[in-house]
C-alpha cells in the first residue's frame, strides 16, 4: 500500500458500484495489467535496441511529483471500516431486552475473529449456565470508535477491540512503529496486511489475515508458485495516515475476513427474522387498538374520531 494509498491520482469512478462488483471490476483490471507486462517484459518496446553484454542503460529520471487527493475525515475512515463485522457477546434480560455482556476478561469486547467469540461465548456459560447469551454482530468503524473514544462515542464501562489471538500471538506489534509500541500496547495490537503487488487502479485491498490476502492473489491470476509477501501494518496507522496524509485514499477497502463470512451471514439473516418479527406484533398490536376503539366507540365508551 504505496504513500496516499498506492500513490495514484485516478478519480473514482462516476457511478458507485456494488462491493461484488467493485472486486470483480478490480480483479478483472488487475488480469489484464499482469498480462500486459509480462508482454511488455518478453518484447523490448518499438524502436528499442537490445542491450549487448557490454551496453550500458542511461539510468531514467524521473522528476519528482506532489502527492496528489487530499485526506479522509473521520467519518469517512469509519464509514469504509463499516464494511467489516465484529462480534458482540449479549445476554437477554429479565424484561426481554438485550444487553452487552462483558468477555471473560471484564470488558465488553468486539471480535474481529468469529472462532475467538465463540470460544469465550462457551467459557461464560460454563461458568453461569443461568445466562442466556448469544452472538450479535457490531460494524468495525462503530467498535473501533466506541473503544478509541472517537467521534464523541463513550460506553459506560471497559470495552476491547480483539483482533485474532492466533494472529496476534505470531505477529505481535510488528505493524507498530516502534516508538508507538509501549503506547499502545495495552489496547492491540491490531494487525492488518497488504500487498504492494496486489490491487488495481479502483481497488486497493488490506487484508485481516495472510491467507485471504493469498487467496485474492490467486483469484487475480497471480503465479500460484510465487506467493506475495505480506507487509504487516496496524489499522491504527492507516487511520492515522488516511487522515494526515494527502493522497487518492478512495480505493482503499478493508476486505473482511473469509472465516468470518459464515457467522456474518447467520447473525444477519437471524437479525432480520427478529426485525420481522417486532414489526409483526407492532402491527399487531395497532390492529387491536383499532378494533378496540371501534367497539368502545359503538358503546358509547368512547367518542368517536373528528373528521
Not at 161 to 190: H, I, W, Y
Request: proline residues 8%; aromatic residues 6%; neutral net charge.
Amino acid at each position: 500500500m504505496g504513500k496516499g494509498g498506492r500513490g495514484r491520482a485516478n478519480k473514482p469512478p462516476a457511478e458507485t458500484l456494488s462491493e461484488d462488483a467493485l472486486l470483480e471490476q478490480a480483479i478483472a483490471l488487475a488480469k489484464s495489467e499482469r498480462a500486459e507486462a509480462a508482454q511488455q517484459k518478453q518484447q523490448p518496446a518499438a524502436g528499442q535496441k537490445k542491450l549487448g553484454a557490454n551496453s550500458k542503460a542511461a539510468p531514467k529520471k524521473t522528476p519528482p511529483t506532489e502527492p496528489s487527493g487530499g485526506v479522509l475525515t473521520m467519518p469517512e475512515v469509519l464509514a469504509k471500516l463499516d464494511k467489516v463485522m465484529t462480534f458482540t457477546i449479549s445476554r437477554v434480560l429479565s424484561d426481554g431486552a438485550k444487553d452487552a455482556c462483558p468477555s471473560p476478561s471484564g470488558a465488553v469486547t468486539f471480535y474481529v475473529d468469529s472462532e475467538d467469540a465463540k470460544a469465550d461465548l462457551e467459557a461464560l456459560k460454563a461458568a453461569d449456565s443461568t445466562l442466556r447469551l448469544s452472538l450479535d454482530f457490531c460494524a468495525l468503524g462503530r467498535a473501533f470508535a466506541l473503544t478509541q473514544g472517537l467521534m464523541g462515542l463513550r460506553a459506560p464501562g471497559p470495552t476491547r477491540l480483539q483482533f485474532s489471538r492466533k494472529l496476534v500471538a505470531a505477529v505481535g506489534d510488528q505493524g507498530v512503529p516502534e516508538n508507538l509500541r509501549e503506547r499502545m500496547r495495552s489496547a492491540g495490537p491490531f494487525p492488518l496486511f497488504f500487498c504492494e503487488e496486489l490491487g488495481a487502479e479502483q481497488f486497493t485491498p488490506v487484508f485481516f489475515s495472510v491467507p485471504d490476502m493469498h487467496e485474492l492473489w490467486l483469484t487475480c491470476g497471480g503465479d500460484p508458485a510465487r506467493r506475495p509477501e505480506a507487509t504487516v501494518t496496524d489499522l491504527r496507522v492507516i487511520v492515522a495516515r488516511t487522515m494526515q496524509e494527502r493522497g487518492n485514499w478512495e480505493p482503499l477497502n478493508f476486505v473482511p475476513p473469509r472465516a468470518s463470512e459464515a457467522l456474518t451471514k447467520e447473525l444477519g439473516a437471524r437479525a432480520e427474522r427478529e426485525e420481522a418479527l417486532k414489526s409483526g406484533f407492532s402491527r399487531g398490536t395497532e390492529t387491536l387498538k383499532k378494533v378496540a376503539h371501534a367497539v368502545a366507540v359503538e358503546e358509547g365508551d368512547e367518542p368517536p374520531e373528528l373528521t
